[in-house]
């Protein structure tokens, strides 16, 4: 079979030169499914005098490359699952093609590959938090993946590479698979510190993925860490701008999640005010981090202030935002939270606003989101405490809630404990002894105290090299369930509903099974993480 296509490859550059050198391209792609609009949306992106600009830019060029290569059989048309355009080849082709180029023609072919790609991603990667453009993005993702794998065969470390594996990590980030950006976050890291240092903004947006993904796991203190040393660049080189604001809120939403009320208090507040004295107080920047801060309230019993804040978010996010944007569904589950534990007789104006939440978050995020679980776990929450008459509606939703938040977030972060809590209540207030056993059985969540972070001075105190053992730990609890150990530095699976508890980071290959061979990270064992959740961190 390798003659007969050395034959075919021979003729096809004498004859065809365009579509060969089409074909050369095609090579460090995924074999399947790549989309004809990443490789002719983005031609400008490649050098004017590159031959394969012609081919890529005029449409006819295109057609007749590819009609070529059909003719000679080693490409065929095919349909994304969206039914948009896209090409097909064998994989062995592709192999014995690549066989045939030089080191120096692969390593260029490469870099062409990977710079159509990253033309995909947007240079404003909060963009990429909108679920209507993920199609966009998803569709490059099993050609990133491959590029990883030919890039680590060419020891490829160019920038470009670098700053594609970032964005894809936001990407990923964004879409909940905090596993597989954690992933690109370690391999572009290193690449964009050797390449620009470590005050360039390039390498703190890769710096700040790295933070929102250990925020989001749960690991608090190493996440004050990487958060203020990005905090630290920003002031110094934009000084008090948008983007140094939003590394203060992600400062002070980590405060308030790792159970320090008063210090995230202190700071929602500052940034708050810089939101009002920019833009106003209608504006949304200043409506998501009141509704952060009312959280925060929430969460210290106040419930009626809290109830107040956040009826003016809603309001002012359904005006700035429209009833279907993330923030206002966001803000309607925070209201109905607010509303049913300061009165547990409105619990139906409180369920109405938790339903309309989850419908829309199953619609455009998936039953696999972690804001979809947490629409399950309030809904569940509320009727178990308000409406004994629901106790198994309340049970199975609350279940459901638990096992995604302990394959997924692990059993030690502070939201699977915190809502292991509530169902360890519930079947205590229910009379059910037997399946509170089972439930302690299946989860193993010990009830001893949590150990939380008491208020850190400013940044200079996280830079004095003590290891994470030495940082002041406090006694305080996120509001909730008993007080249970957090040690966020395991992962969970789910296996015969048993959880197995383990310290292994899942790997790109578990993650994509198709891919052999993976770069090397170039992080400690403490960044050597699993990732994955709750109320997300601004870019």
């Given at each position: 079979m390798s003659a007969t296509y050395e034959t075919a490859f021979l003729?096809?550059?004498?004859?065809?030169?365009?579509?060969?050198?089409?074909?050369?391209?095609?090579?460090?792609?995924?074999?399947?499914?790549?989309?004809?609009?990443?490789?002719?949306?983005?031609?400008?992106?490649?050098?004017?005098?590159?031959?394969l600009v012609q081919v890529l830019k005029y449409s006819l060029n295109f057609e007749r490359s590819v009609s070529q290569l059909r003719q000679f059989s080693v490409q065929r048309f095919t349909r994304r699952p969206d039914e948009s355009r896209a090409l097909w080849i064998h994989d062995l082709v592709q192999e014995m093609y690549r066989d045939r180029m030089s080191t120096n023609l692969q390593a260029e072919r490469l870099e062409l590959a990977i710079t159509l790609l990253h033309s995909c991603f947007p240079e404003e990667l909060l963009g990429m938090a909108d679920p209507a453009t993920w199609n966009n993005y998803e569709k490059c993702m099993p050609h990133v993946i491959a590029g990883i794998v030919h890039a680590k065969k060419l020891n490829a470390q160019s920038v470009r590479f670098a700053r594609l594996c970032r964005d894809a990590g936001w990407f990923l980030y964004h879409k909940g698979q905090y596993d597989g950006a954690i992933e690109m976050a370690t391999i572009s890291i290193p690449l964009l510190e050797d390449n620009y240092g470590e005050e360039d903004d390039e390498y703190i947006m890769a710096v700040n993925l790295l933070a929102a993904v250990h925020h989001t796991k749960g690991n608090f203190r190493m996440a004050l860490k990487w958060y203020f040393k990005v905090l630290t660049h920003r002031e110094k080189t934009l000084g008090l701008t948008d983007n140094t604001n939003n590394t203060k809120h992600n400062i002070a939403l980590c405060y308030h999640e790792a159970g320090n009320f008063e210090e995230s208090n202190r700071r929602f507040e500052e940034v708050v005010s810089f939101w009002e004295t920019k833009y106003g107080p209608d504006h949304s920047s200043t409506l998501c981090s009141q509704m952060s801060m009312a959280r925060n309230i929430r969460y210290q019993g106040n419930f009626d202030l809290a109830e107040q804040i956040l009826q003016k978010c809603r309001e002012g996010l359904l005006r700035e935002c429209g009833s279907q944007h993330m923030w206002t569904l966001l803000s309607g589950s925070e209201l109905a939270s607010a509303i049913w534990q300061g009165d547990s007789s409105r619990y139906k104006e409180a369920e109405k606003l938790h339903r309309e939440a989850l419908i829309e978050k199953v619609k455009q995020l998936g039953e696999d989101h972690v804001h979809t679980w947490d629409s399950y776990a309030d809904l569940g929450c509320m009727i178990s405490k308000c409406d004994p008459s629901r106790k198994e509606e309340a049970e199975q939703l609350m279940m459901k809630a638990l096992k995604q938040y302990a394959e997924t977030l692990t059993i030690n972060h502070s939201q699977t404990r915190e809502f292991y809590g509530y169902l360890v209540e519930f079947y205590q207030e229910t009379n059910q002894p037997e399946k509170l056993e089972i439930l302690r059985e299946t989860f193993g969540i010990p009830n001893t105290p949590s150990p939380l972070i008491t208020p850190l001075a400013e940044q200079e105190s996280l830079n004095t090299g003590k290891d994470d053992s030495q940082l002041d730990l406090g006694k305080e609890r996120v509001r909730g369930g008993p007080k249970l150990d957090i040690t966020p530095d395991t992962t969970s699976t789910m296996a015969d509903d048993k959880v197995q508890l383990n310290d292994n980071t899942p790997s790109l290959e578990a993650l994509f099974p198709d891919v052999k061979s993976l770069p090397e990270p170039r992080l400690s064992e403490e960044e050597n993480i699993a990732v994955l959740v709750n109320n997300k961190p601004c870019p």
């Open positions: 003729k096809l550059e004498q004859d065809e030169p365009d579509a060969a050198q089409l074909f050369s391209l095609l090579s460090f792609f995924d074999p399947e499914y790549v989309s004809t609009d990443i490789l002719t949306n983005n031609a400008d992106q490649i050098a004017s005098e590159n031959p």
